[in-house]
């Protein structure tokens, strides 16, 4: 961050993800022989980063309508909070394993989405 450069949440957030990098895959869905980056490996890859800037990461489970999904945000130390909205997918028909699975999947998304990070 420049030196003249307010010390401001939204400075914290920038500077954040001005640091921030893609991650680089590191398991392999057998079903697709696909490469993927596993939400553990992607947390201690961003969470990390946004501390030093003063920033959490929030993700609240959401369940309405038959779906169920994820509500992202990075909190601020100043309690400044910035949102970046909600994924979901229709529950209907899941049994509780692949629901999971899901919300695992759209955890990773919602947070490569929010950091602009690819994976």
Partial sequence: M???TPNTATADLVAAL???DNVKANKINPAF?????SLDALLDAIKPV???H???????LVSE???VGVSTAFLHTSGERFEFGRLMIKADGLDA????GAITYIRRMSIC???????
């Fill in 50 to 52: 946004l501390f030093a």
């Fill in 2 to 4: 420049p030196k003249d």
């Fill in 18 to 20: 001005a640091e921030l």
């Fill in 54 to 60: 003063n920033l959490a990461l929030i993700q609240t």
């Fill in 65 to 67: 309508e038959g779906k």
């Fill in 33 to 37: 022989k696909a490469r993927y980056v």
């Fill in 113 to 119: 989405t929010s950091a602009g990070v690819s994976v």
């Fill in 97 to 100: 394993q692949k629901i999971g």
